[in-house]
């Protein structure tokens, strides 16, 4: 029933299924950060490897790479975020919330984003404060509006007491990393223009308002490409890219209905051209993924800061230039949400209701679950056993004991596992198993010894 997929709903079942928990939650929580539970990390790493997979292994011209979220600060100032990185901050003068105007305006359906300068959203502000309240307190007056910068920092390394004024920082995207590392990448692979650098690793941001579970985190993963390109190429490689990054969102399962394009009307410091794709998240759509051509704003940039020639030497024309950008930056925990509500699903069924996550077969946290039908009989327990143990090499299996198969059902519904075998007396009788499926119920009772064809079939 799609009106029960909501945030509330979403938030309580990953906290009781061990997907998704408040960090440092015996201590009350910590504002913005989330850990994965023992099924959560399982989907995170299964999407994880279906974009890595589409994005590297099938791909010839995009190569992989794991650089450090600490960097030498200068990184941040060649790229502009010591500077430009910020979002409008207002505070609420009576209870002190620190809030992002933005945001406020765009709930009462005026639109504004980070990226319009202060002065613009400032008129905005001040001419629709009487409709503005403070989410806290509900008070109507608030401080001017200012830039507050996101980059988030710290004293790695300095051992003096005043480390403010020589900071280095957490990295507040990852692909300056990849920037980075262009000229070691390009001396030490063959890699030629038209080429990719990939990398999947966590970003850090000082957001100021947190909202909407782990849709926006101060601490996330970005799943990001960056596509080295001779500037005469960035129609055709922009428009290549949306296709595949379109199709990416399709084979993960997600319903086109629930996905579209946003252009960006203001481009923020470092990009050309920037669309989104925007999933229609519980509570609407938003931003699931950017695409941003960003010119040869970063290699310049590095190429000035650090001295170094970024420029590329064209094999075949002879021609040289600084490389232009075409980047797919995608959320890991953004992804992950969708998928969950996408998946999510209460029905009834003869007993009552159910829930259960109907995850496509490869991004489920278990694929199989192994139950003997009765606990107390050592024979049934001993050949589950014996079928668990032959078949997690190849699959992510759960065995479970617990309580009336019932309930074993169910609870493998809820974490969206697309089948379960049973081993009873027929088992070690005639040799049947009885396999049971996730989206239709319905059970099938098929020899022991063609479990494992029946199932490599099933989630081929
Ligand atoms: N390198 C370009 C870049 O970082 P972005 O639009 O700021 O662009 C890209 O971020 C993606 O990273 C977003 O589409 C979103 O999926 C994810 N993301 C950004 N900020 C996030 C946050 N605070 N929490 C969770 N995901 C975030």
């Not at 002065?119 to 608030?142: A, H, M, R, S, W």
């Not at 049971?436 to 119920?441: A, V």
Request: one cysteine or more; proline letters at 3%; hydrophobic letters at 35%.
């Amino acid at each position: 029933m799609a009106e029960k997929k909501t945030m509330e709903n979403i938030i309580a079942w990953a906290k009781r299924r061990g997907f998704v928990f408040p960090s440092s939650d015996i201590y009350g929580g910590f504002s913005a950060v989330y850990d994965l539970g023992p099924y959560g990390v399982e989907l995170s790493n299964n999407i994880k490897n279906a974009w890595w997979k589409t994005m590297v292994q099938e791909r010839e011209d995009v190569v992989g790479l794991d650089s450090s979220i600490f960097m030498n600060a200068k990184v941040w100032e060649a790229s502009g975020h010591t500077t430009g990185f910020s979002d409008p901050l207002v505070e609420c003068k009576k209870c002190h919330s620190r809030l992002r105007a933005d945001t406020m305006l765009e709930d009462i359906g005026v639109s504004a984003d980070e990226k319009m300068a202060v002065e613009e959203i400032q008129k905005k502000f001040t001419d629709n404060v009487k409709k503005l309240k403070c989410p806290n307190c509900g008070n109507q007056k608030f401080t001017d509006l200012k830039k507050f910068n996101l980059l988030v920092q710290s004293n790695l390394g300095n051992f003096t007491s005043d480390w403010t004024k020589e900071p280095v920082y957490l990295r507040g995207e990852t692909c300056q990393g990849v920037y980075v590392n262009y000229k070691n990448v390009i001396d030490s692979s063959r890699v030629k223009i038209p080429f990719g650098i990939a990398q999947i690793g966590k970003a850090f941001r000082n957001e100021i308002t947190a909202r909407q579970f782990i849709f926006r985190t101060r601490e996330f993963e970005q799943m990001e490409m960056q596509y080295f390109i001779h500037p005469d190429m960035t129609d055709e490689e922009y428009d290549k890219l949306r296709e595949d990054r379109w199709q990416f969102y399709l084979n993960l399962g997600i319903d086109k209905k629930n996905l579209r394009w946003q252009e960006h009307k203001n481009l923020v410091f470092y990009a050309k051209k920037a669309f989104d794709i925007e999933y229609n998240f519980p509570f609407g759509f938003k931003e699931l993924e950017g695409l941003h051509a960003r010119g040869d704003w970063d290699l310049s940039r590095h190429g000035e800061f650090s001295g170094q020639d970024l420029t590329y030497l064209d094999p075949i024309t002879k021609e040289k230039y600084i490389p232009n950008v075409i980047e797919s930056s995608a959320g890991v925990g953004r992804t992950f949400l969708a998928i969950v509500s996408e998946s999510y699903v209460e029905e009834e069924v003869g007993d009552g209701t159910r829930i259960v996550m109907k995850f496509p077969r490869k991004l489920a946290p278990v694929k199989i679950a192994i139950f003997p039908l009765l606990k107390n009989k050592p024979e049934l327990v001993t050949k589950a056993k014996e079928v668990f143990d032959s078949l997690k090499t190849k699959y992510m299996c759960e065995f479970d004991d617990n309580g009336n198969i019932g309930k074993r059902y169910r609870r493998q519904d809820e974490i969206g596992t697309p089948y379960c075998v049973t081993i009873d007396f027929d088992t070690l009788e005639k040799g049947n198993v009885t396999i049971r499926d996730r989206d239709t119920m319905e059970q099938e009772s098929i020899k022991l010894e063609d479990l494992e064809k029946y199932l490599a079939e099933k989630l081929k």
